[in-house]
């Protein structure tokens, strides 16, 4: 168990925007951050980081926390593991309690599966720079590959002996449970029971998420029997996902923030090499077509990628026309009008290299070096369009129905373009270099962004009334019946209760105790605000004065989650907004006492006009004059009581 200073100094030193900006691209927006939601798809920014508040909200799907909730969200992460995590962020050395075997024993199963990943990792990469075999054959196999040792270390290269059990028994030997070596794939059982190493014989290569640990493997054989696959992957399990995963994600994040470009190729040493190069903002599909989630974390983190294609792969054009898909879901913002046109804000920028016939980008890089590689980029990198333009042979042009069908798929793709102008350009090029007339092409071309725009508003519809349900369902959950004002008392109580005041009638008093104590008398119809009530009043009883952030950090999920939505926003007045009015508008903060005890009066005004409806309907159900006469009295008591608040509040009793 992690100590409770060491979970104080965590909280303390980690910054939201830090953390967070780590998977989602930020931008500033005056005191806020925003960015697209790395929980849902979306075009138009709806995810908000307030870094004074030490919080992240989503307006579109209501996800919110801290730090390490949001870790804890993004990653799947147990709350110990998203400590260690934010923790190792900040080099912050996380002192535990002693474990007993009881409690490791009963450990997370999930956690289990990345410890097993883990201990297979050291043991490959411990077998290959200490056993003869794994020097002999996995280190001189990477150096021949002309990979330094820094690279081979900082990407946990390793090698799996040649043997059928070598990982088995090690990891059984040191009290690993063998089930969960076959939940991830690290051993096979066959059909006949005998249990054995996936890996066996193999350079391996560990794939680590997006936060550094590691799920999966890829193992490449040194030997050239063609009965033996080339490489062995690890299954699907629990915590690997292949259409998640990026390889060297984990490396490459930063470099790929930092130049707001990702190079993606197609192989482990492809990523190695490039690497190796200077060329740090590089990861690879592993071989597959680029799925929705991969999409998803490239769009968080950039607005450019450049794919590198072998000299000699196969399908580059088929690859092509699916990689235009990608300018809709790059999309950052909507379309704005500007001089009566539609313009993009800022769309995603796709670039093609493709290698000589029989060079990859690690082949290339051995043979010509890092600086002529880079060249080579820079000079022969081309946007998707025109480079497809590139790959039509002439002699199918004279064939009238390979033409035909060359000219669908270039309308299709410039169709997935958000911007008309950039489809205006290359409508014109494209014609020409088909040697199509340019009206009937362009015709084409709109006829496909007709059907598209009408496919993604349907979509778009669908997307927003699901968020809207959601919303209120939200609402519904948190908010019992005509009880806004307990609400209201809820909210000031998390945003100002902490404060000092220095009123006539509060002289140095907190307003969260002044609050709590006007309100002693109060019943909480809603059964969430009844719990923060609750707690505030026991943490005063025991000599502490909760504060925001221990409702934001609270164990009860639904108060965090509460108090999340209730001290967020998705707007505020922009910082230009006196220069250009001269018109100051009031803070609630300018004015705190008018909105604390209205929020107290106007809750008690909703309990007494309840109070004085139910004391009605007892006069009116009572048959016995003397306690007729005796409610009356407690009638009266309370329109007195409902008077003086209404006077306070400024409301005029009419009956």
């Known amino acids: 168990m992690i100590k409770k200073e060491t979970i104080d100094r965590i909280l303390e030193t980690a910054r939201v925007e830090e953390v967070v900006g780590d998977f989602v691209q930020l931008k500033k927006r005056g005191s806020s951050m925003i960015g697209l939601c790395p929980f849902h798809n979306e075009k138009t920014p709806s995810f908000h980081v307030s870094p004074a508040k030490g919080i992240y909200k989503c307006f579109g799907c209501g996800k919110g926390g801290d730090s390490v909730r949001f870790i804890m969200d993004h990653e799947k ?35 289990s599966l990345y410890i097993v990943s883990n201990y297979a990792a050291k043991f490959f990469e411990t077998q290959m720079w200490t056993s003869d075999e794994g020097k002999t054959i996995g280190l001189s196999y990477f150096k021949e590959r002309g990979f330094r040792e820094d690279i081979i270390k900082k990407f946990e290269l390793g090698y799996s002996p040649d043997d059928w059990t070598a990982l ?7 009290g690993y449970q ?10 096979v059982k066959n059909d006949q029971g005998r249990v054995y190493d996936r890996f066996r014989g193999r350079v391996m290569f560990p794939i680590h998420n997006f936060t550094g640990r590691i799920i999966g493997f890829g193992g490449r054989t040194l030997k050239t029997d063609k009965a033996v696959p080339k490489y062995v992957n690890s299954p699907e399990s629990d915590i690997y996902h292949k259409s998640n995963v990026l390889y060297g994600l984990f490396q490459a994040k930063k470099a790929i923030r930092d130049l707001d470009n990702c190079y993606l190729v197609e192989g482990y040493a492809d990523v190695l090499s490039v690497y190796q190069a200077g060329v740090e903002n590089v990861v690879a599909s592993s071989g597959t077509s680029l799925t929705d989630e991969q999409i998803a974390i490239f769009s968080r983190l950039c607005k450019k990628i450049t794919v590198l294609y072998d000299g000699d792969s196969a399908g580059v054009k088929a690859a092509v026309r699916g990689l235009s898909l990608l300018y809709n879901k790059f999309l950052k913002n909507d379309l704005i009008t500007l001089d009566n046109k539609s313009v993009i804000k800022e769309s995603f920028d796709i670039r093609i290299v493709l290698f000589p016939e029989g060079n990859d980008p690690d082949s290339y890089i051995q043979k010509f070096g890092a600086s002529a590689f880079k060249d080579f980029i820079s000079k ?20 009238p129905i390979k033409k035909i069908k060359i000219s669908d798929e270039v309308a299709e793709i410039l169709s997935n373009h958000p911007d008309p102008e950039f489809r205006s350009v290359y409508i014109k090029k494209a014609a020409y270099s088909l040697n199509l007339d340019e009206r009937s092409f362009l015709n084409l071309v709109n006829s496909k962004v007709r059907g598209l725009q009408k496919r993604l508003t349907v979509n778009e519809d669908i997307v927003l009334e699901e968020q809207k349900v959601l919303e209120e369902k939200r609402l519904l959950d948190t908010i019992a019946p005509d009880e806004y004002q307990e609400k209201d008392i809820i909210r000031v109580l998390l945003t100002y209760g902490d404060q000092l005041v220095h009123w006539e009638e509060m002289t140095d008093t907190y307003i969260g105790p002044y609050i709590i104590t006007n ?33 934001i950090q609270h164990p009860d999920t639904e108060i965090a989650n509460m108090a999340i939505s209730m001290i967020s926003s998705p707007y505020q007045l922009s910082e230009n907004w006196y220069n250009m009015h001269n018109i100051t508008v009031p803070n609630e903060t300018d004015k705190l006492k008018g909105t604390v005890m209205g929020a107290i009066f106007h809750l008690k005004k909703k309990k007494i006009n309840a109070m004085i409806s139910a004391k009605q309907k007892e006069i009116q159900e009572e048959k016995d004059e003397a306690n007729v006469m005796i409610l009356m009295k407690e009638y009266l008591e309370l329109k007195e009581v409902e008077k003086y608040i209404s006077n306070y509040l400024g409301a005029v009793i009419t009956k």
Do not use: M, W
Not at 77 to 97: C, F, G, R
Not at 168 to 174: F, G, N, P, Y
């Open 168 to 174: 088995l028994d090690s990891a059984v030997s040191e």
């Open 380 to 399: 022969n990198e081309k946007e998707l369009v025109e480079f497809y333009l590139t790959t039509v042979e002439r002699k199918d042009l004279d064939d």
């Open 519 to 551: 309100l002693s008398d109060v019943t909480f119809a809603n059964p969430l605000y009844a719990r923060v009530v609750q707690y505030y009043h026991d943490e005063l009883e025991n000599g502490y004065l909760p504060k925001e952030r221990d409702f």
């Open 178 to 187: 063998q089930s969960f070596l076959e939940d991830v794939g690290l051993v």
């Open 77 to 111: 992460y147990s709350y110990p593991e998203a400590l260690k995590y934010v923790a190792n962020k900040y080099n912050i050395e996380v002192e535990e309690t002693e474990v007993t075997p009881e409690f490791k024993e009963e450990q997370d199963r999930r956690e």
